[in-house]
């Protein structure tokens, strides 16, 4: 689907949106400990078959990449009488059936499938599941912005034509590079992620390449008009380091939106104590972020970072997310009834490798406390319809400009 630009007013709110003060939960002292739970073991699901080595969409950028040696028996990259001109550190020589075949061997861990290249970098599996709550999560945000694929004003006074480059950074399934192809025919709109999961079949000005952008990008100076980044919390290591990149790679004039959430779920409801176990919850996973080198903390860093990388013009926009659908707005309520729904269905996916990895859990330990965290928006006390109270994840959307 094609999301369409409605008119909007710089200065002012979108009815879901909020200019307040991020809740007391950002005083709260983290404590990077992980609490334990009696064993449990739940469900796994099925997962997607890998794509064949003819894929139009694997394009590997290859910059400075280097492979495990470790791992040479689990992704052979040569056949027996490969040219020994070519050592073990390239991929020089190789067809595209197993440069395909090294990408799509995918790696499975505790019942779900993560990406291969660059392997670990990122704490989210692709499969099936995932991918789908990845596109739900994209209609989440055509509702909270009103139908927009970007508050960005790139294409000032409706002259689209002047758009010609577009980047989307962790395009995941390629759902918001195919609506802003669809959206701006004339610009070519690049993807990037680290799995090839997008569809087979997409706009003729819309492509994706296998990337990590954690790493120098290879894009030349001054390319694109408009870069966007959505949902790379827990992503990147340094976020100084990649916002650079993106101002090298912006043309001056040429803006970046960053859209992010919280990983906390907090209430304004004074009755909600310390102990509730969305707190629990909350310190857990931005505990874990910190532990890990890359934090969940960035929805209400970014514009901080985007000022201090130089970029001009900067507005943020705050949004609340309801968890179930406690609210008396039917905009609020619809988004929170799939917000509900994405957490319920997605705890595992987000938090599995984490848990396991940096949180140093077993599998059993790890899908107990995702049990609990699943009673927990179950459960209706956490929804007080009367006092018009509920818990919600808090949100921004950032956007700024690089001088002319």
Same mark, same amino acid.
């Given at each position: 689907m094609s999301g369409g630009r409605n008119p909007r007013n710089d200065a002012g709110e979108l009815p879901i949106f909020s200019n307040t003060a991020p809740g007391n939960n950002d005083e709260m002292e983290i404590d990077s400990s992980v609490p334990t739970m009696p064993p449990t073991i739940l469900g796994t699901s099925s997962h997607s078959e890998p794509l064949n080595a003819t894929h139009p969409l694997l394009t590997l950028n290859l910059h400075h990449h280097t492979f495990d040696d470790t791992q040479s028996d689990q992704h052979s990259l040569y056949t027996e009488d490969h040219d020994s001109a070519y050592d073990s550190a390239s991929l020089l020589g190789d067809d595209t059936d197993t440069l395909a075949s090294f990408i799509t061997d995918y790696r499975y861990e505790n019942g779900r499938r993560y990406h291969s290249f660059r392997d670990g970098a990122y704490w989210g599996p692709n499969d099936d599941r995932q991918n789908e709550l990845v596109d739900l999560a994209h209609h989440m945000y055509l509702i909270t912005l009103d139908g927009n694929l970007h508050l960005a004003p790139i294409g000032e006074g409706g002259v689209r034509g002047n758009v010609h480059e577009i980047l989307d950074i962790g395009t995941g399934t390629g759902i918001w590079a195919i609506d802003m192809a669809d959206e701006y025919p004339s610009a070519r709109v690049t993807g990037t992620d680290l799995s090839p999961i997008q569809p087979d079949f997409v706009p003729?000005?819309?492509?994706?390449?296998?990337?990590?952008? /954690?790493?120098?990008? /290879?894009?030349?100076?001054?390319?694109?008009? *408009?870069? &966007?980044?959505?949902?790379?919390?827990?992503?990147?290591?340094?976020?100084?380091?990649?916002?650079?990149?993106?101002?090298?790679?912006?043309?001056?004039?040429?803006? =970046?939106?960053? %859209?992010? &959430? @919280?990983?906390?779920? %907090?209430?304004?409801?004074?009755?909600?104590?310390?102990?509730?176990?969305?707190?629990?919850?909350?310190?857990? %996973?931005?505990?874990?972020?910190?532990?890990?080198?890359? $934090?969940?903390?960035?929805?209400?860093?970014?514009?901080?970072?985007?000022?201090?990388? !130089? *970029? /001009?013009? =900067?507005?943020?926009?705050?949004?609340?997310?309801?968890?179930?659908?406690? &609210? &008396?707005?039917?905009?609020?309520?619809?988004?929170? +009834?799939?917000?509900?729904?994405? +957490?319920?269905?997605? =705890?595992?996916?987000?938090?599995?490798?984490?848990? /396991?990895?940096? !949180?140093?859990? @077993?599998?059993? $330990?790890?899908?107990?406390?995702?049990?609990?965290?699943?009673?927990?928006?179950?459960?209706?006390?956490?929804?007080?319809?009367?006092? !018009?109270?509920?818990?919600?994840?808090?949100? @921004?959307? =950032?956007?700024?400009?690089?001088?002319?």
């Open positions: 003729p000005n819309c492509s994706f390449e296998i990337d990590d952008v /954690t790493l120098e990008w /290879t894009f030349p100076d001054d390319r694109f008009d *408009f870069i &966007h980044i959505r949902e790379m919390f827990g992503c990147i290591p340094d976020w100084d380091f990649f916002l650079q990149q993106a101002w090298r790679c912006l043309k001056p004039g040429g803006w =970046v939106e960053i %859209v992010e &959430h @919280s990983v906390w779920p %907090v209430s304004d409801d004074p009755r909600v104590g310390p102990d509730h176990f969305y707190n629990t919850w909350g310190t857990t %996973v931005e505990g874990l972020g910190e532990r890990w080198g890359k $934090t969940f903390r960035i929805w209400r860093q970014s514009r901080d970072k985007v000022v201090e990388a !130089g *970029f /001009t013009e =900067v507005v943020e926009r705050r949004f609340k997310w309801p968890i179930g659908g406690w &609210h &008396h707005d039917p905009k609020m309520r619809e988004v929170g +009834m799939w917000n509900q729904l994405r +957490m319920m269905d997605g =705890v595992e996916g987000f938090m599995l490798r984490l848990l /396991t990895g940096p !949180g140093g859990m @077993s599998i059993h $330990t790890a899908q107990a406390f995702l049990g609990r965290m699943r009673e927990e928006l179950r459960n209706p006390s956490n929804q007080s319809y009367q006092a !018009g109270y509920g818990f919600y994840l808090d949100g @921004s959307v =950032v956007y700024a400009r690089k001088p002319l």
